[in-house]
C-alpha cells in the first residue's frame, strides 16, 4: 500500500471536495470523527473488550433465541497498511454444552493469507471464502471502512437516503463491497453490511451497527458492536480500549500458514449392515446418517452438515440396494449441522420428514436464495416435499417398521425426532447421546423418553459417536452426567 504523504492528502481533498454526493457523505463522516487526513494517517488500530456471541443455527426452537458464548479477552488488531488483522477471544459456554466449556480463537487475515492458530499453537491456512469473509470483516470499523474508502482506487457509488441517515456502496481497491450508512444527525459511521455465504443461509448480510462513541487521540471512535448475520444476532461487543498507532504486535501470518491452502478432507462415506436392512453410513467426520430399507422404497435418517456430505451419502444409499428408489428423509432436527444437507435431498427429490415445528423453517431454507455459491438446488431447482411428525408416526411395510417419535422435555432440543426399530430394539437418534461427548447434562432426557414410550433400547445407532449397547450408553451417562473437561 502506498505510504501517506502531505502530497496525496492534498490530492486527495482536492479530488473529494469537487466531487460526487457519495464521496460528500465518506468525507462528512471522516470530518465528524476527526478529520479525512487524521483518519488516512492512522496505521494501525486495536480494540479490546468483552460481549456476547450467538451460537448460530443450535437454537431449542427456529424461532427462540440463539444461545449465546460470553467473549473475554477480544482483542482486534489492524494494520491497515500491511493490510493485516489478527482477533483473538476467549468463549466460555452460557448455555447447557456437551463439548469444551471454553474455547480460545485465535484467527488472523495477512493480505490474502487467512489463518487460524489452534490451541496447541498449530497454524493452519484457512480456505478462499474464509480469507474473503475475514478481507470484509476487517472493515467492519469506520476507521478501516473510511480509510478504504477515501482510497483513490475505490469506487463510491449509489447513494440512498431514509429517515436514519444516508448509504453508499464502497467497492475497495481489492474489489470488496460493503455499504457505509451515515447518521444523518451526527455524520458519524452508523454501521457497515457485507454479503457473506452461509452453507444452511446461503447469500446473507453481515451488518455491524456503531454506536456509544467516544474520543480517543482527537479521534471519534464506536465503543459498541453489534453485528448480525441476516435475521440472527452474531456478536454484541463493547470495547473497553482502542488503541491507535501503538505497536501491535506482529500480525503478519504465522510461517507455517504461508502454503498453499490446504485441499478439503476428503468426504468418506462407509456402510455397515447394523441389522437387516439397516445400515449405519459412517467414515469421515461425526455426523452418521442411517439407512433403511423397506418393501420396495429406501428411507434415509439424516442429512446432515453440508452439501458434500449429505451427496456422498445419498450416492452411498443409493449404491447399496440399487433396485429401490431412496425417497425420503428424515431430518432429525433442524440444527444447522443436522439440516445442511436438506438442499441437496430436496435437489435429489426425496421427501422430507420432520417434526411439524421445524416445517416453516425448512420451507424457508429451501426457498433461500444462493447466488453466491450456487448449491445443488439452486442449480437444479425442486419444491419442497415434506411430511410433517406431530408426536408420532410409525412407517411400515411388510419388510421394515421404524416408529418416530418427538422428543420431550429436552433443554436444547424442541424439534427433536428419534427413530426406534422394535424387530431389532434399535434406537437411532441425533443429539441425545454421543459416545464422544464431554459430559452429559441432558442425559437422563433420553431414558425419560424411552420410558414415555416404553421401549425397549438394545443398541444405539447414533448420528453421532460409536454404536454401544443401551446398557453402555446408561454407564457412559452416568458416569459423565456433570463431570467438568
Ligand atoms: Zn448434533
Given at each position: 500500500?502506498?505510504?501517506?504523504?502531505?502530497?496525496?492528502?492534498?490530492?486527495?481533498?482536492?479530488?473529494?471536495?469537487?466531487?460526487?454526493?457519495?464521496?460528500?457523505?465518506?468525507?462528512?463522516?471522516?470530518?465528524?470523527?476527526?478529520?479525512?487526513?487524521?483518519?488516512?494517517?492512522?496505521?494501525?488500530?486495536?480494540?479490546?473488550?468483552?460481549?456476547?456471541?450467538?451460537?448460530?443455527?443450535?437454537?431449542?426452537?427456529?424461532?427462540?433465541?440463539?444461545?449465546?458464548?460470553?467473549?473475554?479477552?477480544?482483542?482486534?488488531?489492524?494494520?491497515?497498511?500491511?493490510?493485516?488483522?489478527?482477533?483473538?477471544?476467549?468463549?466460555?459456554?452460557?448455555?447447557?454444552?456437551?463439548?469444551?466449556?471454553?474455547?480460545?480463537?485465535?484467527?488472523?487475515?495477512?493480505?490474502?493469507?487467512?489463518?487460524?492458530?489452534?490451541?496447541?499453537?498449530?497454524?493452519?491456512r484457512a480456505g478462499d471464502a474464509v480469507t474473503k469473509d475475514r478481507r470484509l470483516e476487517m472493515l467492519h470499523h469506520p476507521v478501516?471502512?473510511?480509510?478504504?474508502?477515501?482510497?483513490?482506487?475505490?469506487?463510491?457509488?449509489?447513494?440512498?437516503?431514509?429517515?436514519?441517515?444516508?448509504?453508499?456502496?464502497?467497492?475497495?481497491?481489492?474489489?470488496?463491497?460493503?455499504?457505509?450508512?451515515?447518521?444523518?444527525?451526527?455524520?458519524?459511521?452508523?454501521?457497515?453490511?457485507?454479503?457473506?455465504?452461509?452453507?444452511?443461509?446461503?447469500?446473507?448480510?453481515?451488518?455491524?451497527?456503531?454506536?456509544?462513541?467516544?474520543?480517543?487521540?482527537?479521534?471519534?471512535?464506536?465503543?459498541?458492536?453489534?453485528?448480525?448475520?441476516?435475521?440472527?444476532?452474531?456478536?454484541?461487543?463493547?470495547?473497553?480500549?482502542?488503541?491507535?498507532?501503538?505497536?501491535?504486535?506482529?500480525?503478519?501470518?504465522?510461517?507455517?500458514?504461508?502454503?498453499?491452502?490446504?485441499?478439503?478432507?476428503?468426504?468418506?462415506?462407509?456402510?455397515?449392515?447394523?441389522?437387516?436392512?439397516?445400515?449405519?453410513?459412517?467414515?469421515?467426520?461425526?455426523?452418521?446418517?442411517?439407512?433403511?430399507?423397506?418393501?420396495?422404497?429406501?428411507?434415509?435418517?439424516?442429512?446432515?452438515?453440508?452439501?458434500?456430505?449429505?451427496?456422498?451419502?445419498?450416492?452411498?444409499?443409493?449404491?447399496?440396494?440399487?433396485?429401490?428408489?431412496?425417497?425420503?428423509?428424515?431430518?432429525?432436527?433442524?440444527?444447522?449441522?443436522?439440516?445442511?444437507?436438506?438442499?441437496?435431498?430436496?435437489?435429489?427429490?426425496?421427501?422430507?420428514?420432520?417434526?411439524?415445528?421445524?416445517?416453516?423453517?425448512?420451507?424457508?431454507?429451501?426457498?433461500?436464495?444462493?447466488?453466491?455459491?450456487?448449491?445443488?438446488?439452486?442449480?437444479?431447482?425442486?419444491?419442497?416435499?415434506?411430511?410433517?411428525?406431530?408426536?408420532?408416526?410409525?412407517?411400515?411395510?411388510?419388510?421394515?417398521?421404524?416408529?418416530?417419535?418427538?422428543?420431550?422435555?429436552?433443554?436444547?432440543?424442541?424439534?427433536?425426532?428419534?427413530?426406534?426399530?422394535?424387530?431389532?430394539?434399535?434406537?437411532?437418534?441425533?443429539?441425545?447421546?454421543?459416545?464422544?461427548?464431554?459430559?452429559?447434562?441432558?442425559?437422563?432426557?433420553?431414558?425419560?423418553?424411552?420410558?414415555?414410550?416404553?421401549?425397549?433400547?438394545?443398541?444405539?445407532?447414533?448420528?453421532?459417536?460409536?454404536?454401544?449397547?443401551?446398557?453402555?450408553?446408561?454407564?457412559?451417562?452416568?458416569?459423565?452426567?456433570?463431570?467438568?473437561?
Amino acid at each position: 500500500m502506498k505510504k501517506f504523504t502531505l502530497a496525496s492528502a492534498i490530492i486527495l481533498l482536492a479530488a473529494c471536495s469537487g466531487t460526487s454526493p457519495e464521496m460528500q457523505v465518506v468525507r462528512g463522516a471522516a470530518e465528524a470523527m476527526g478529520g479525512a487526513a487524521r483518519i488516512q494517517s492512522i496505521k494501525s488500530l486495536s480494540v479490546e473488550g468483552e460481549g456476547l456471541a450467538s451460537n448460530l443455527g443450535q437454537n431449542r426452537m427456529p424461532d427462540d433465541e440463539l444461545p449465546t458464548w460470553k467473549v473475554t479477552g477480544f482483542k482486534r488488531s489492524m494494520d491497515f497498511e500491511n493490510g493485516r488483522m489478527r482477533v483473538r477471544q476467549t468463549r466460555t459456554v452460557q448455555f447447557l454444552f456437551a463439548g469444551a466449556s471454553e474455547q480460545r480463537l485465535d484467527q488472523g487475515i495477512d493480505g490474502d493469507v487467512a489463518y487460524n492458530i489452534a490451541e496447541s499453537g498449530m497454524a493452519s491456512r484457512a480456505g478462499d471464502a474464509v480469507t474473503k469473509d475475514r478481507r470484509l470483516e476487517m472493515l467492519h470499523h469506520p476507521v478501516a471502512v473510511l480509510r478504504a474508502a477515501m482510497d483513490p482506487k475505490a469506487k463510491i457509488e449509489n447513494l440512498r437516503k431514509d429517515e436514519n441517515g444516508e448509504r453508499v456502496d464502497v467497492t475497495t481497491a481489492n474489489g470488496d463491497l460493503v455499504t457505509l450508512a451515515v447518521d444523518s444527525g451526527t455524520r458519524l459511521p452508523l454501521r457497515v453490511t457485507s454479503m457473506t455465504y452461509n452453507a444452511n443461509l446461503g447469500d446473507a448480510a453481515i451488518e455491524t451497527t456503531f454506536s456509544d462513541y467516544e474520543t480517543v487521540n482527537g479521534l471519534k471512535v464506536p465503543t459498541h458492536f453489534v453485528t448480525k448475520i441476516d435475521k440472527y444476532p452474531q456478536f454484541d461487543f463493547r470495547a473497553n480500549r482502542t488503541v491507535i498507532d501503538s505497536n501491535s504486535g506482529d500480525l503478519a501470518a504465522p510461517a507455517d500458514a504461508k502454503g498453499s491452502i490446504p485441499l478439503p478432507a476428503a468426504v468418506t462415506v462407509t456402510a455397515e449392515e447394523v441389522g437387516k436392512g439397516i445400515w449405519w453410513l459412517a467414515g469421515s467426520g461425526n455426523h452418521r446418517s442411517i439407512l433403511f430399507e423397506f418393501d420396495d422404497h429406501l428411507v434415509l435418517f439424516e442429512a446432515p452438515l453440508n452439501e458434500l456430505r449429505t451427496k456422498a451419502v445419498i450416492d452411498t444409499a443409493r449404491t447399496l440396494c440399487p433396485e429401490k428408489p431412496l425417497t425420503h428423509v428424515i431430518v432429525s432436527h433442524h440444527h444447522f449441522d443436522h439440516s445442511g444437507g436438506l438442499r441437496v435431498a430436496v435437489a435429489e427429490g426425496l421427501t422430507v420428514i420432520t417434526q411439524r415445528a421445524n416445517v416453516e423453517f425448512f420451507k424457508e431454507l429451501v426457498a433461500r436464495k444462493h447466488s453466491i455459491v450456487q448449491d445443488a438446488l439452486a442449480r437444479t431447482p425442486k419444491p419442497l416435499k415434506i411430511e410433517a411428525v406431530d408426536e408420532e408416526m410409525t412407517l411400515k411395510d411388510r419388510a421394515m417398521e421404524v416408529r418416530l417419535y418427538h422428543l420431550r422435555d429436552n433443554p436444547r432440543e424442541g424439534t427433536n425426532l428419534f427413530a426406534y426399530v422394535p424387530r431389532d430394539r434399535m434406537l437411532v437418534q441425533a443429539d441425545l447421546y454421543d459416545s464422544t461427548w464431554l459430559r452429559h447434562p441432558w442425559g437422563d432426557n433420553l431414558p425419560f423418553n424411552l420410558t414415555l414410550h416404553k421401549l425397549q433400547v438394545e443398541k444405539d445407532v447414533p448420528v453421532h459417536g460409536a454404536i454401544q449397547t443401551y446398557q453402555d450408553v446408561l454407564k457412559t451417562i452416568a458416569s459423565k452426567k456433570t463431570s467438568a473437561n
